[in-house]
């Protein structure tokens, strides 16, 4: 084999190497791991978003829709806790925020965008059909919570109250976008402040 077609061979090689070792990373990213979620925050200039994504039985210790009467008591607690989500998330005084949305979404719960909301967040999702076909394992549930903010910038953690709230969560992978800039974090029980910047 000559030299040029031999080096050919070696980039192609290693950029197959490269593009697999990416799909799989990019896969574990977002694999779906029990009792770890992942949580993103937003900070502008007048509110903090947060948006969760987990498997279901991280919250609820089931990833089906309820089929006894502790489950569904199970679910309608776990909605209960968190449409409380002030209670759960705790962003720093300095921004001065009071929690304006919460937002749940889970194919085998029936909770979702097509869902009425009452004054006070989505109906329990015991009282919920879940879409057909998802009954199975590996469910998940999406949380998108916003707090409105006289001076979100001003803000440097969010203490976060799910391990105590939920004993399935071991850990959060969280995302902040802030304007102090982009930070990743890994929060744990013995550690449950997301802070960021200075």
């Known amino acids: ?4 077609q031999r080096h050919f061979r070696l980039a192609h090689c290693a950029a197959l190497v ?31 978003t947060l948006e969760i994504e ?12 309820p089929r006894t009467d502790a489950q569904k008591k199970r679910v309608a607690d776990m909605v209960a806790r968190l449409n409380a989500a002030d209670r759960l ?3 720093d005084p300095a921004a001065e925020c009071k929690l304006s949305r919460v937002a ?6 029936g909770l979702g965008d097509a869902e009425e909301e ?43 109250q799910l391990f105590n709230a939920f004993e399935g969560i071991r850990s959060i992978d969280a995302q902040v976008a802030a304007p102090q800039g ?10 449950p402040r997301l802070s960021w910047g200075r």
């Open 1 to 4: 084999m000559d030299r040029p």
């Open 18 to 48: 490269v593009s697999i070792w990416a799909a799989a990373a990019s896969a574990d990213e977002h694999a779906h791991t029990h009792g770890r979620l992942e949580l993103d925050v937003a900070l502008d200039a007048r509110s903090i």
């Open 54 to 65: 987990s498997p279901l039985d991280s919250f609820l210790g089931f990833e089906h829709a």
């Open 89 to 91: 998330f705790r962003p």
């Open 104 to 109: 749940l979404s889970s194919q085998a719960l």
């Open 118 to 160: 009452s004054e006070h967040g989505p109906e329990p999702a015991a009282r919920k059909k879940p879409a057909a076909g998802q009954q199975d394992e590996h469910a998940d549930i999406d949380m998108t919570v916003v707090f409105s903010c006289a001076k979100a910038s001003a803000a440097r953690y969010i203490d976060i």
């Open 182 to 191: 982009q930070f990743k974090r890994r929060l744990s029980a013995p550690s």
